[in-house]
Each structure stands twice: as structure tokens, then as C-alpha cells.
């Protein structure tokens, strides 16, 4: 090939190769996330910038440490409390998403009771856990948040949560600033609603369970996958089994999960918006 030949098909493969990496840089910034939502991925100034430009909305994400049968991983409520409140703060574009809080009460340790018979689930005291929401209620305060959420993804500290946040209101009432909720609609689109969802889909109720069933386990297969180990699926199902399960996993779906992701952030985005200032 004749010299300029070759240095014209060198000079065209320079401005290829440049044209393809600048289109996959501009991809790849096309893919990352428009706004940061999760406090603890943010500097101090980051956090303080967006308060002042607005972001007056934290959403506290609350999971919990628990069995979920030999099937799903002890750390399911925490994964799943962080993805939705981060999706539901992405919907909502004023809000942030506090560290999610993986130590709730769980039942007595002697004798153990309700998940404590099961190999590491964590508990605590119910005042402790009352006095630690309490406390971050007030450093939110504190910051300059307008509205505080408590986002539960465990029926058994539902009660707590909407005590705190009465106390914390009786006590801030001459002071305006700052309004504490407890966002119960949070818990409570994961249950009938969802299961009404998955009935019109055919399951039963015995399948689709309280605690580790259909419902439970698909949602956790919309989130992360990985935390659910397939070939413990199939165990037999019953109610209130020994191996911590009540309902039948088998027909679990990520599938069935997207409807009760759908559910629980819709609900959830329409009473923060109903009640935030």
C-alpha cells in the first residue's frame, strides 16, 4: 500500500476509535443515576447543599436482622427497605434516604422467642429501638429536614414507629419546623394490596403466606436475587414450619415481585406527598 495510503488509513482508524470511546463515555454518564439519594454516599456539604436547595425530606429506611426461612438471606429487609426508599426518594426529587437502621426488636432472647429460636436473628429492646429512631428524628431536626418518614419493612415494630413519631410531635408542637411520620402505608401495600395482586394471579393464600412465601420471597427476587438460594424453594410448605417458613416459596417469581415493587412505591410516594409540607 502506498505510503499516504496507509497514513490516511491510519488517521482514519485514530478518529475511529476516539468517535467510539467518546460515545461510550457518553453512555456510560447516560446510565449513572440523575441525583443522589443515599445520605451516607454524600459529604457533609453535599447533604448541606441539598437541604438548602430544597431536599427537606429524609425517608429512615428500617429492615431488620431475621430469619426468612432457609431460603432467603438474614440481611432481606434491610437490601429491600434500601431499594425501595431509594426508589421512592428518586420519584419523589426533595428527598433523601437515611442509613438503614438493621438492628430492631425481634422477640425475647431467654427463652428465645418469635425469630430469636432461629440462628441469627438479632433483637433489641423495644425502648432501645424507640429511643434510637427518637434520636435520629432529632438530629434530622436538628439539620434543618422539615419532615421525617419512618419507612418499616417488618410488621413487628409498626406500633413503635407510630409512637415515637406521636411523642416527638407532642413534644415539637410549639415548634413547627419539624414533623415526624410514620409512614404505615409503607408496610401495610406489601400485604393486602399486593396479595390481592397475586390472588388475581391465581396463588393461594396458603402459597402466598405471612412470613417467607410467595409474597415475601419474590419481592426479595426483584430486589436482589442473589439472597435467594433456588434449590431451598421446593422444602415442604406449611403453616407455621419449623424452618421458620409460613407459606410455600415454590411459585416465587421476580416477575410477581415487580407488581408488589410497583405497589409499595406508588402508595408510598402518594401519602409522603399527602403529608410532607
Not at 432529632?138 to 409498626?158: A, I, N, P
Not at 390481592?196 to 396463588?203: D, N, Q
Not at 407455621?240 to 415454590?250: E, F
Amino acid at each position: 500500500m502506498p505510503k499516504h495510503l496507509t497514513q490516511l488509513v491510519r488517521r482514519a482508524l485514530r478518529l475511529f476509535l476516539v468517535l467510539m470511546c467518546g460515545g461510550w463515555v457518553v453512555a456510560m454518564a447516560t446510565t449513572q443515576p440523575a441525583t443522589q439519594v443515599f445520605m451516607e454516599d454524600m459529604t457533609w456539604t453535599e447533604l448541606h447543599d441539598r437541604l438548602a436547595h430544597g431536599s427537606t425530606t429524609v425517608l429512615v429506611p428500617i429492615g431488620g436482622t431475621e430469619q426468612s426461612g432457609p431460603h432467603m438471606a438474614l440481611g432481606k429487609h434491610n437490601v429491600r427497605v434500601k431499594f425501595l426508599a431509594g426508589q421512592i426518594a428518586e420519584r419523589l426529587g426533595n428527598a433523601v434516604v437515611a442509613p438503614v437502621l438493621a438492628y430492631v426488636p425481634e422477640g425475647n432472647t431467654t427463652p428465645p422467642t418469635a425469630h430469636m429460636r432461629f440462628t441469627g436473628t438479632l433483637t433489641i429492646a423495644p425502648d432501645t429501638f424507640e429511643a434510637i429512631l427518637a434520636f435520629t428524628a432529632k438530629s434530622f431536626k436538628q439539620h434543618g429536614f422539615h419532615d421525617v418518614f419512618f419507612l418499616g419493612d417488618h410488621g413487628g415494630y409498626q406500633k413503635n414507629e407510630v409512637h415515637v413519631a406521636d411523642k416527638l410531635n407532642k413534644e415539637w408542637a410549639k415548634d413547627d419546623r419539624c414533623r415526624v411520620h410514620a409512614l404505615t402505608t409503607y408496610y401495610e401495600a406489601a400485604q393486602e394490596p399486593f396479595s390481592a395482586a397475586l390472588r388475581a394471579k391465581g396463588l393461594s393464600e396458603a402459597e402466598i403466606g405471612t412470613h417467607a412465601g410467595v409474597a415475601d420471597t419474590s419481592l426479595l427476587m426483584a430486589v436482589d436475587p442473589s439472597m435467594v438460594r433456588n434449590h431451598a424453594l421446593l422444602q415442604p410448605a406449611g403453616s407455621r414450619l419449623p424452618n421458620g417458613v409460613y407459606g410455600d416459596p415454590a411459585k416465587s417469581s421476580a416477575e410477581l415481585g415487580q407488581i408488589g415493587l410497583k405497589i409499595i412505591i406508588d402508595r408510598s410516594v402518594q401519602a409522603i406527598r399527602a403529608a410532607a409540607r
